[in-house]
């Protein structure tokens, strides 16, 4: 039976991105070719067969937003949890509630922000380096397999990367202007990413830091000219008191809960034991059973993290999809290293380096299995790309024939 429902959000979504391309038409190719890619895997996973990664997690939040949303508006609200299981089905809840079931329609929802953040992709790196560059950008974004899958399955990677991805506009455009709104849209952009996924909070305390300390160098040289600077005293103080909220243990997220659990030893080796299994598990000997073996097998379990599976981890035919995956982090990876002077020395590029490796060890620690790292890695892909986006070829569709 042809689901009206969720077709009519799709075409919700088709017009959104339509109006998009005629703002802003340097991207519009990007966009249609993105859409149509993504509408079309929609379409064969709803109808023909199921894509990979769609069952289990997938099901398990769409049919609790429909345990929450079935019973009207109101009900659905009384739901409201900011648990790391509950927070993304209650968001669903909410349109289940007001328009029907419809698993097309919450999947459309995805596929909304999966278009808004080859958008704001686009825009980071037209700030980030040029033109050019953004366009290579786009289409990355837009061709990216992993983000393609993740765009249309019910799951809450589109909706942290969406709101990571504003984050670090935000980071960046108050590097570049000073503004204090692009702090406010960061810490929005930190605050929604962490209600979908906990850790997520380590790149607003890595942000928090970075402003306390620039402010409080301005607040030193103010004083020092005899002057006094009310709005950098007042960031100053703001940065301090949420740090300092943080590690007194008063706020807590999901997965990680508060600061002095998130570094208990017993607890970080707990999570390393459980996160290694599966057939899809990485080596035992990447399990950490002590203190001091953090300090060498945190980086082992990153790299695992980024770049597994390896060929001598293939069991079946399925893990292929994760080789592939893996060859293309190893192909952006490399790309950032031969670009990584002109990264350290830009403050912008610095810091999402530096937030992404803050996030490649934290999910190196957390992740255990290279099936579930190939979706967790889809959250910060767009890092990988913008760092290494002047070096990424040009995509050629059709070449002009030479004129002799």
């Given at each position: 039976?042809?689901?009206?429902?969720?077709?009519?959000?799709?075409?919700?979504?088709?017009?959104?991105?339509?109006?998009?391309?005629?703002?802003?038409?340097?991207?519009?190719?990007?966009?249609?070719?993105?859409?149509?890619?993504?509408?079309?895997?929609?379409?064969?996973?709803?109808?023909?067969?199921?894509?990979?990664?769609?069952?289990?997690?997938?099901?398990?939040?769409?049919?609790?937003?429909?345990?929450?949303?079935?019973?009207?508006?109101?009900?659905?609200?009384?739901?409201?949890?900011?648990?790391?299981?509950?927070?993304?089905?209650?968001?669903?809840?909410?349109?289940?509630?007001?328009?029907?079931?419809?698993?097309?329609?919450?999947?459309?929802?995805?596929?909304?922000?999966?278009?808004?953040?080859?958008?704001?992709?686009?825009?980071?790196?037209?700030?980030?380096?040029?033109?050019?560059?953004?366009?290579?950008?786009?289409?990355?974004?837009?061709?990216?397999?992993s983000l393609i899958l993740y765009s249309v399955l019910f799951l809450r990677e589109v909706y942290i990367g969406f709101?990571?991805?504003?984050?670090?506009?935000?980071?960046?455009?108050?590097?570049?202007?000073?503004?204090?709104?692009?702090?406010?849209?960061?810490?929005?952009?930190?605050?929604?990413?962490?209600?979908?996924?906990?850790?997520?909070?380590?790149?607003?305390?890595?942000?928090?830091?970075?402003?306390?300390?620039?402010?409080?160098?301005?607040?030193?040289?103010?004083?020092?000219?005899?002057?006094?600077?009310?709005?950098?005293?007042?960031?100053?103080?703001?940065?301090?008191?949420?740090?300092?909220?943080?590690?007194?243990?008063?706020?807590?997220?999901?997965?990680?809960?508060?600061?002095?659990?998130?570094?208990?030893?017993?607890?970080?080796?707990?999570?390393?034991?459980?996160?290694?299994?599966?057939?899809?598990?990485?080596?035992?000997?990447?399990?950490?059973?002590?203190?001091?073996?953090?300090?060498?097998?945190?980086?082992?379990?990153?790299?695992?993290?980024?770049?597994?599976?390896?060929?001598?981890?293939?069991?079946?035919?399925?893990?292929?999809?994760?080789?592939?995956?893996?060859?293309?982090?190893?192909?952006?990876?490399?790309?950032?290293?031969?670009?990584?002077?002109?990264?350290?020395?830009?403050?912008?590029?610095?810091?999402i380096l530096i937030i992404l490796l803050f996030y490649i060890c934290i999910y190196g620690l957390g992740v255990g299995?290279?099936?579930?790292?190939?979706?967790?890695?889809?959250?910060?892909?767009?890092?990988?790309?913008?760092?290494?986006?002047?070096?990424?070829?040009?995509?050629?569709?059709?070449?002009?024939?030479?004129?002799?």
């Open positions: 039976m042809i689901d009206l429902l969720g077709f009519t959000a799709i075409l919700i979504v088709s017009l959104i991105t339509l109006v998009m391309a005629l703002r802003w038409p340097e991207i519009s190719n990007i966009l249609f070719v993105a859409l149509i890619i993504r509408v079309l895997l929609l379409l064969v996973g709803h109808y023909i067969i199921p894509l990979p990664g769609g069952n289990l997690d997938a099901e398990f939040f769409e049919r609790r937003a429909w345990d929450f949303g079935q019973d009207g508006f109101y009900n659905a609200l009384s739901h409201f949890n900011l648990g790391p299981f509950v927070f993304f089905s209650w968001l669903h809840s909410i349109p289940y509630s007001l328009f029907g079931r419809s698993i097309l329609m919450g999947q459309s929802i995805g596929l909304l922000f999966g278009i808004g953040t080859i958008f704001f992709g686009w825009k980071l790196a037209n700030i980030l380096w040029d033109s050019r560059t953004a366009n290579k950008v786009g289409w990355a974004l837009a061709l990216f397999p709101f990571l991805i504003l984050a670090v506009y935000g980071v960046v455009n108050w590097i570049k202007t000073d503004s204090y709104k692009s702090i406010v849209l960061s810490l929005m952009g930190f605050i929604g990413a962490t209600l979908f996924h906990g850790p997520m909070l380590a790149g607003a305390i890595i942000f928090l830091i970075v402003l306390a300390a620039t402010y409080f160098k301005r607040m030193l040289i103010s004083l020092v000219n005899l002057k006094f600077d009310l709005k950098i005293f007042t960031i100053f103080l703001s940065c301090i008191i949420l740090i300092g909220l943080y590690l007194s243990n008063k706020i807590s997220v999901s997965y990680i809960g508060a600061f002095e659990n998130s570094i208990n030893i017993e607890n970080l080796l707990l999570r390393t034991h459980n996160a290694t299994q599966g057939n899809a598990s990485w080596p035992e000997w990447t399990k950490i059973s002590s203190g001091i073996e953090l300090l060498y097998k945190v980086p082992a379990r990153s790299i695992y993290f980024v770049f597994s599976p390896f060929p001598w981890d293939i069991k079946k035919l399925g893990h292929l999809i994760g080789l592939f995956d893996s060859c293309l982090y190893i192909y952006l990876v490399l790309l950032i290293i031969r670009n990584i002077k002109v990264i350290w020395k830009d403050p912008s590029l610095r810091i299995n290279f099936g579930t790292a190939l979706r967790h890695k889809t959250k910060f892909t767009f890092m990988f790309i913008l760092l290494a986006a002047p070096l990424i070829k040009k995509l050629v569709f059709f070449k002009k024939p030479s004129k002799n």
